[in-house]
Each structure stands twice: as structure tokens, then as C-alpha cells.
């Protein structure tokens, strides 16, 4: 069925340095993957999004890049501060258009 | 920026009790749904609307659960007999014609 693993559950930085999330889909006709920041009590927040006819995108500090023959896409984010502190999640549509999210990822940013 | 609104914030209710979740999506955006996400859990699908019918529905979206446009502004979600389960955030979210999704901030529903 219509899956999204994301790895690493949490993950642990200093500020300054990057942070690598990634993400596993199943369902070949996927064709838009976006990227979610969710703060305490808040609804996802679209931080970066890439259609399946893009291999990277880029947004300042935030990239993402996508592997559709491998079914993988990947959050990088360069020179992270504190306020990045969150949890992200990755999503993958459907055919129909619904997105299947992964399990998240908690960020934190140590000063 | 355009937003998508829900009220209440948060929502306690008693077991078995029927609950309204509401929700104002942006004005000219024309797929409607629902998502819900259990405490420390992934965000789930619920239930897809466009031209004002269903178009998709979860397993989870059972015949406890229903969804209405009424009036053209409103986007609603009614559980008609909430179990302690259904405590979760429920998650209103809107599209235009592109594959770009707005959430609401989510509707915290406490089932005691």
C-alpha cells in the first residue's frame, strides 16, 4: 500500500551545522513531495516542495533533492539556528491527491 | 497570506457525544480535506472533498464520520458518537488548483 518511512526520528545539531532528513515513498506515481515544519501546538507549515520532474530545489538555507528511481527525497538544511528546533515532516502525494506523511522527524538545535 | 481558519481551538467532550469541527478554507481553492494526527503520531488522511461531494475517504473515515460544505464558505466535520480514540488534533487543509496544500492550525479534540 501507500507508505512514507522517514528517518531519523530525531536528530541533534549544533548551531551551524546541517541537518539531513530523509525520506522512502512507495507508490511510483508520486509526483509531489513536500516538506512540513510543525511547531508545538501548530498545523504543518510548507517549508519547500519538489514535483517529480525536478531532480533539487533550493530555498536559502533549505534544499531538497529527490531520487525517483531510488523513491527517495531528502531535506537538507545548511547552517541551522535554534529556531529550526521543530518537528518536520516529509509527505509524498497520490494519484487521487492526498498526502501520505512520514513518521517525523524531531529536530533540535543546540546552541 | 491567505489563511485557512478552525474553530474551536480545542474541543472536550464527552464519550459517545456528537461534535462539529469547522473550517474556513481559502476562499477560491477547490479541494477540501481532513487529516488528524494522534498525539506524538504521523499525520493521517482522513477524508477528500471537491465539488461538493467526497472524493476519497480513509479507513479510519467510518459511518461515525461526515463532512459538509453548506454553504459555500464552511468546511465541516461532524463525529456523530466520539470514542476515546478519536481524541486526536484534526487537521483542515485547502488546495487551489496546484498541488500546493494550506493547513489550519487544528481543532484539539479531547474525548474524556
Known amino acids: 500500500g501507500e507508505n512514507v518511512e522517514q528517518h531519523p526520528s530525531t536528530l541533534s545539531v549544533q548551531e551551524g551545522d546541517s541537518a539531513v532528513i530523509k525520506c522512502t515513498y512507495s507508490d511510483s506515481a508520486s509526483n509531489y513531495f513536500p516538506w512540513y515544519k510543525q511547531e508545538l501546538g501548530k498545523g504543518p507549515q510548507l517549508i519547500i516542495d519538489i514535483r517529480s520532474n525536478v531532480g533539487e530545489k533550493k530555498d536559502q538555507r533549505i534544499a531538497v533533492t529527490l531520487n525517483k528511481t531510488a523513491k527517495h527525497f531528502s531535506l537538507h538544511i545548511t547552517e541551522t539556528q535554534p529556531e529550526d528546533s521543530a518537528v518536520y515532516f516529509c509527505?509524498?502525494?497520490?494519484?487521487?491527491?492526498?498526502?501520505?506523511f512520514g513518521q517525523g522527524t524531531t529536530l533540535q538545535v543546540k546552541p | 497570506e491567505p489563511e485557512v481558519t478552525q474553530t474551536p481551538s480545542h474541543q472536550v467532550t464527552q464519550m459517545g457525544q456528537e461534535v462539529i469541527l469547522r473550517c474556513v478554507p481559502i476562499?477560491?481553492?477547490?479541494?477540501f480535506y481532513w487529516y488528524r494526527q494522534i498525539l506524538g503520531q504521523k499525520v493521517e488522511f482522513l477524508v477528500s472533498f471537491y465539488n461538493n461531494e467526497i472524493s476519497e475517504k480513509s479507513e479510519i473515515f467510518d459511518d461515525q464520520f461526515s463532512v459538509e460544505r453548506p454553504d459555500g464558505s464552511n468546511f465541516t466535520l461532524k463525529i456523530r458518537s466520539t470514542k476515546l480514540e478519536d481524541s486526536a488534533m484534526y487537521f483542515c487543509a485547502s488546495r487551489g488548483t496546484g498541488w500546493s496544500y494550506t493547513f489550519g492550525s487544528g481543532t484539539r479534540l479531547t474525548v474524556v
Open positions: 476562499s477560491n481553492h477547490l479541494y
Open positions: 509527505a509524498a502525494s497520490t494519484v487521487t491527491g492526498k498526502l501520505i
